[in-house]
């Protein structure tokens, strides 16, 4: 066994049973009734015997159509956005390169370069969660980076980079750089439409965070060059068929459901946020997200977790990942009901633990 994946700890997914899950980023919605059954019905002329289309032609064509992806960039899909961070990484490592992001980021950055044999390198972010653009650029002369990945808006924090800042993290890279925007449907921001001004940047995306999780749906658009890289190294039929026809109705059949979904969660995040703001000893951080990090007194955050717990809901503890961190917990934006839950455990004044 490598040495270096000897000394990794497996992601571990925290145990929910019967739990209010607030801490993985799930669109808490289900589906009506109506939507289920012409989805099962769609299902039904699926021919599970046959090997699905290896670059999902429809489901790419229904995704340009949804997501605007600009006419001559190319899309490579993904069993979730993690699959397709593995393939760039697998496609830019060697001996001496780096992928490189900022911390505090998403934790599969860092997980996925050591797998593959990159070297990484994580900049602190400011205190206040924007760029450190001299460090940054300053790591990009050192490291050299093949590829820089960047979260837009980030997780953990919640929070959109500087745009004119990211554009010279961009033209400063001698390599490729990624924007992973998972939290699309919560933002209005993005750089999809910056594709092809800029030769090396790519833009990521997921269905996950939308609604549906539980499909592992990810794109990548880019320029043709590069895509038609990665898709030499991606395994032949990586997108079964259920999840190409699940994706491609429920973005066109189910979309309206989606939009309004996704309307209803950025509703929620704003009441929530407000309504965290007024509880003493609570410090949240605005989101373009559908979470909201929470920053408590010292001290508090693994008491506020475990009482948390204990009153029913799931949330995750970030206190102890990083040291702008310290005291921090992350809330996934929840039903109005959920939200109300974790409120009222939160307000309860009495004593911690
Ligand atoms: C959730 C998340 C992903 C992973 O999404 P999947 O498509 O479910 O693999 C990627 N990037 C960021 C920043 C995320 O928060």
């Known amino acids: 066994m490598r040495p270096e994946i000897r000394a990794l700890s497996a992601y571990h997914v925290q145990e929910a049973e019967g739990l209010i899950k607030l801490d993985a980023m799930e669109n808490p919605f289900g589906w009506p009734d109506e939507l289920?059954?012409?989805?099962?019905?769609?299902?039904?002329?699926?021919?599970?015997?046959?090997?699905?289309?290896?670059?999902?032609?429809?489901?790419?064509?229904?995704?340009?159509?949804?997501?605007a992806i600009p006419r001559g960039m190319e899309v490579l899909l993904g069993n979730g956005s993690d699959e397709i961070i593995q393939i760039i990484a697998m496609?830019?490592?060697?001996?001496?390169?780096?992928?490189?992001?900022?911390?505090?980021?998403?934790?599969?950055?860092?997980?996925?370069?050591?797998?593959?044999?990159?070297?990484?390198?994580?900049?602190?972010?400011?205190?206040d969660f924007s760029l450190d653009l001299p460090a940054l650029l300053a790591a990009i002369e050192a490291h050299r980076p093949a590829v820089i990945f960047l979260a837009y808006p980030n997780n953990p924090t919640g929070n959109l980079f500087d745009t004119t800042q990211l554009q010279q993290v961009i033209e400063a890279a001698p390599g490729l750089v990624v924007i992973d925007e998972a939290y699309s449907p919560f933002t209005d921001a993005t750089f999809m439409g910056s594709l092809g001004a800029f030769p090396n940047l790519l833009v990521m995306r997921t269905l996950?965070?939308?609604?549906?999780?539980?499909?592992?749906?990810?794109?990548?658009?880019?320029?043709?060059?590069?895509?038609?890289?990665?898709?030499?190294?991606?395994?032949?039929?990586?997108?079964?068929?259920?999840?190409?026809?699940?994706?491609?109705?429920?973005?066109?059949?189910?979309?309206?459901v989606l939009r309004e979904q996704?309307?209803?969660?950025?509703?929620?995040?704003?009441?929530?946020?407000?309504?965290?703001?007024?509880?003493?000893?609570?410090?949240?951080?605005?989101?373009?997200?559908?979470?909201?990090?929470?920053?408590?007194?010292?001290?508090?955050?693994?008491?506020?977790?475990?009482?948390?717990?204990e009153g029913g809901v799931l949330v995750k503890k970030l206190h102890g990942g990083h040291p702008l961190l310290e005291d921090c917990l992350r809330f996934t934006v929840g039903t109005a009901e959920e939200n109300g839950r974790l409120l009222q455990i939160l307000g309860q004044d009495s004593p911690l633990g």
């Open 36 to 67: 289920k059954s012409a989805w099962l019905e769609r299902l039904a002329r699926v021919e599970v015997n046959r090997y699905p289309d290896p670059e999902g032609k429809e489901l790419v064509q229904v995704l340009r159509h949804a997501m």
């Open 91 to 127: 496609a830019v490592s060697g001996p001496g390169r780096t992928l490189l992001s900022v911390e505090p980021g998403f934790v599969m950055y860092r997980m996925i370069a050591t797998f593959c044999g990159l070297e990484y390198a994580g900049v602190p972010l400011r205190e």
């Open 208 to 256: 996950s965070k939308l609604g549906l999780a539980g499909l592992r749906l990810g794109y990548l658009a880019g320029p043709a060059e590069w895509l038609a890289e990665f898709h030499k190294i991606r395994l032949p039929y990586n997108i079964n068929v259920l999840t190409q026809a699940t994706a491609a109705f429920a973005l066109t059949e189910g979309g309206a």
């Open 262 to 309: 996704t309307a209803l969660i950025r509703a929620e995040r704003a009441r929530l946020y407000e309504a965290l703001r007024a509880i003493p000893g609570l410090v949240p951080y605005p989101s373009q997200a559908n979470f909201i990090l929470v920053r408590s007194r010292p001290g508090e955050a693994e008491p506020l977790f475990e009482r948390l717990r």
